[in-house]
């Protein structure tokens, strides 16, 4: 199982409007990280027990995870409860690292487009999902939230979403993200996986408001 989540949800997100919606933005970059470490979940490299997080291997499987790797096993040392054992999604650099990692695989496989973009700073690639990648990519997440047995991928998006106040975005049918709410509100797996996002949402909500006062 690769890292489906995290490619899927660049699929979903990137744009470039006024700038890139995912490359360039702190709190997309940061679910982005997040949903990495879900699939690390899911694959059984990293885990969650009592509110604290445990990484079950030291070893990135992808080269371009080593410095996700070296932070979280730092904060992981110091404080294994997941208010700081996360601090390492809302890293610039390391949302980068991932970025270009999963945007070469995604362009070998013809699913996205590299695309220069040049800001106030310096010149940035953006891997622009192509409108079939991405509307197929939408198919699958609502196939994969309405089967009999949700599958984690979509559980993991769902969550990011509904944290990130972007789900109307991507389910733009009113009734169908009700139906799949509702659906979905006893499924113990999607409630573990939902309090798991929403304890990370916390963490990028504070370092987001100590990045605007310092800004300010």
Not at 178 to 195: C, K, P, T, V
Request: negative net charge.
């Amino acid at each position: 199982m690769g890292l489906t989540t995290a490619k899927k949800f660049l699929l979903l997100t990137e744009r470039i409007d006024r700038k890139p919606a995912l490359r360039t933005r702190f709190t997309s970059q940061s679910y982005f990280v997040l949903a990495t470490i879900l699939d690390l979940i899911d694959t059984g490299t990293l885990a969650v027990e009592h509110d604290e997080l445990q990484m079950k291997s030291d070893q990135p499987s992808w080269p371009y995870l080593s410095n996700l790797f070296k932070q979280l096993g730092q904060a992981v040392k110091a404080d294994a409860h997941l208010k700081n054992a996360l601090q390492p999604i809302t890293s610039w650099d390391i949302a980068n690292q991932i970025y270009d990692g999963i945007g070469t695989e995604l362009l070998s496989d013809g699913q996205v487009e590299r695309v220069p973009f040049q800001n106030n700073l310096k010149q940035h690639i953006i891997y622009v999902p192509t409108e079939t990648a991405r509307e197929s990519t939408k198919n699958q997440l609502v196939a994969g939230l309405t089967a009999d047995e949700p599958t984690p991928t979509a559980m993991n998006l769902l969550a990011i979403f509904q944290a990130s106040q972007a789900l109307q975005w991507v389910i733009t049918d009113q009734q169908q993200r009700q139906f799949i709410l509702q659906e979905l509100a006893g499924n113990n797996h999607y409630l573990s996986r939902n309090d798991f996002v929403q304890s990370a949402a916390d963490v990028i909500t504070q370092k987001r408001f100590w990045l605007d006062s310092w800004l300010s």
